[in-house]
């Protein structure tokens, strides 16, 4: 072989071979989705389930492709915060507070709506369906895709003064709710006194006396411990807790469109998953409270309840969207 011809295949040899090397970093390249909560990373809170059956379908759908970081425990701020961030662009993902999500975009104060829902199955019902899907449609217009309707469980009222069994018994109690004007006038329809509070703030609250007590899940008064600083709970299923698995718009249009179908799959997937675990642990979890000292108690009659909190539908009517509300209202008679 002429030194020429030499010098030419050495040539080919070393552009092939700097072309792989090239071609390397961005074969080994993988997006990362940075997804956030509020509460703890326990075993049993609702939004840890949720974050890590999300982190596992994508991961495992995406061949390794996506990786999903994990940040609970308010490290990439409050919810209020994190959803600015997923308008903005700041933040990827998270996993938000229906009534925080109603902040942004009034109709989704319709799932806040007291006494709403009688059951778990209703609520999926609405929610995986035409209503869902408006609610949904209604939030992309605003930066933020709902990939999922994930289940918080129903809230319940926790309190270091009286146990709950008729409407009367809210009257003079202070109740931390969220910063929401539906949770403020359910609470003040009651008769109750309504103290919004940032969730970061209201352990010390209770913990001092401050506040009487909060409404809430089950899971997350045990996730969060909340049983050391409060006395009574009381079953009063007054709202059915969803919790939205939400990704920017921003983040989510960066995507090729396989990844963004298999970002959807996976979000339905993670949601019919941690239904499905939050729903299991909610007896256990009762239980568990009973085991730690907590008194726990039914409410009388629902029926009265409904009727102190009429005005509350009236008052939001206009917001929600009427066509929404009554769709909604059908939907569960």
């Known amino acids: 072989m002429s030194i020429t011809l030499k010098l030419k295949t050495l040539s080919v040899a070393l552009?092939?071979?700097a072309a792989g090397l090239a071609s390397a970093p961005a074969l080994a390249q993988k997006t990362t989705l940075k997804l956030g909560w509020t509460t703890a990373d326990g075993a049993t809170d609702p939004y840890a389930i949720g974050a890590r059956a999300f982190k596992e379908e994508v991961e495992k759908r995406s061949g390794g492709r996506i990786e999903v970081q994990l940040f609970p425990n308010r490290q990439l701020g409050d919810e209020k915060d994190m959803l600015e961030g997923m308008r903005f662009g700041t933040v990827d993902a998270g996993i938000i507070t229906n009534a925080v999500i109603a902040n942004v975009e009034p109709s989704f104060q319709l799932n806040d709506m007291p006494?709403?829902?009688?059951?778990?199955?209703?609520?999926?019902?609405?929610?995986?369906?035409?209503?869902g899907e408006q609610l949904a449609k209604k939030l992309a217009a605003k930066g933020v895709y709902l990939l999922g309707f994930m289940e918080?469980?129903?809230r319940n009222m926790i309190n270091n003064r009286k146990p709950?069994?008729?409407?009367?018994?809210?009257?003079?109690?202070k109740y931390r709710v969220m910063q929401n004007p539906v949770f403020i006038d359910m609470f003040s329809s009651l008769g109750g006194s309504a103290v919004p509070m940032a969730w970061g703030e209201t352990f010390t609250a209770v913990q001092q006396g401050t506040i009487d007590g909060l409404e809430i899940p089950i899971a997350v008064i045990n996730a969060n411990k909340y049983n050391e600083v409060t006395k009574y709970l009381s079953l009063t299923n007054h709202t059915y807790s969803a919790i939205g698995l939400l990704v920017s718009k921003r983040s989510f249009d960066k995507l090729p469109d396989d990844l963004k179908?298999?970002?959807r799959e996976a979000g339905t997937a993670a949601t019919a998953a941690q239904r499905k675990t939050s729903g299991e642990n909610v007896q256990k979890l009762v239980a568990d409270l009973k085991a730690k000292g907590m008194q726990v108690n039914e409410i009388k009659d629902a029926g009265a309840f409904r009727k102190s909190v009429k005005p509350v539908y009236d008052k939001f009517r206009s917001s929600i969207?009427?066509?929404?509300m009554d769709q909604a209202l059908k939907a569960v008679q």
């Open 321 to 324: 969207g009427p066509e929404l």
């Open 164 to 173: 709950v069994t008729e409407p009367a018994d809210v009257t003079g109690v």
């Open 15 to 17: 552009a092939v071979a």
């Open 115 to 131: 006494f709403l829902y009688a059951n778990e199955a209703q609520a999926h019902k609405v929610l995986d369906g035409p209503v």
């Open 261 to 263: 179908k298999i970002v």
């Open 152 to 154: 918080g469980g129903f």
